[in-house]
């Protein structure tokens, strides 16, 4: 069965860091693109990041760049999402997902279970 994996949520202060995993089982992601999307409470699911399997393209959400990271380890079919200078408005469950095309919705093929992050004043 395919499986989505994250882990690495917690609670941190406000400018501090946090590290995301997604751990990818049950075929192979060579040709896909991993996804992280979030959601908060009341708010609908928005997109935060993506990568390219191949290539290893990166894309990001305006609202994180220069303080998010994407990153693949091919070998352990496993992406991170390394986060910096995090603020209160990134508490959010965030979930991972795979899809054979670029998608900046929610329209990918698998999702994780979500892990919770939230960032304290």
């Known amino acids: 069965q395919v499986q989505l994996v994250e882990s690495g949520g917690g609670l941190v202060q406000a400018g501090g860091s946090l590290r995301l995993s997604c751990a990818a089982s049950g075929r192979t992601f060579s040709s896909y693109y991993m996804g992280w999307f979030r959601q908060a409470p009341g708010k609908e699911r928005e997109f935060v990041a993506a990568i390219r399997w191949s290539g290893g393209n990166t894309y990001y959400a305006d609202s994180v760049k220069g303080r998010f990271t994407l990153s693949g380890d091919n070998a352990k079919n496993t992406v991170y999402l390394q986060m910096n200078s995090l603020k209160p408005e990134d508490t959010a469950v965030y979930y991972c997902?795979?899809?054979?095309?670029?998608?900046?919705?929610?329209?990918?093929?698998?999702w994780g279970q979500g892990t919770q992050v939230t960032v304290s004043y």
């Open positions: 997902a795979a899809s054979p095309r670029l998608s900046f919705t929610g329209e990918y093929d698998y």
